[in-house]
């Protein structure tokens, strides 16, 4: 991703009781470090939920971004939603022109039942039938 040594780490997965093929991917994780106040925690809908083995696990349903907020990195976390990546729309856009796989961009405002998320067609939100195992997209918003 071409970040900083600042601004992203990577470490190695150890892949070596895995098969030949994720062996052979050198799989890493990202840490991102940087930290900026992205939210605007009263005019957020979060909950608190208590899970076996940890306490006070933050569930946000719509996280609203500050009105002031000029990003000042690509890639970076929130000081009060602290368990989730924010990017630029840019950054967003060139990952997905890169066809990069596993990455999922969702609209912070939209993470609750019908989830919202950027492609490269725009603003999608995904759906999915009660009952059923199938989810649907469809496009919300051009975006070119």
């Not at 909950?47 to 696990?57: S, T």
């Not at 990017?87 to 060139?94: I, K, P, Q, S």
């Amino acid at each position: 991703m071409a970040q900083r040594p600042w601004e992203a780490q990577y470490f190695p997965v150890d892949a070596s009781l895995s098969a030949p093929l994720p062996r052979s991917k050198n799989y890493m994780i990202m840490r991102v470090p940087v930290v900026e106040n992205v939210s605007d925690p009263d005019k957020s809908n979060y909950e608190y939920l208590d899970i076996v083995g940890l306490e006070n696990v933050l569930l946000p349903k719509r996280i609203a971004v500050r009105r002031d907020f000029e990003p000042k990195h690509e890639m970076f976390q929130d000081r009060f939603f602290s368990n989730y990546v924010f990017c630029t729309d840019e950054f967003a856009v060139r990952i997905l022109q890169r066809q990069c796989s596993g990455m999922r961009f969702i609209d912070p405002a939209h993470m609750d039942k019908t989830l919202r998320f950027r492609s490269l067609r725009g603003i999608e939100e995904e759906s999915q039938d009660p009952g059923q195992e199938v989810s649907h997209t469809r496009l919300v918003r051009a975006i070119r």
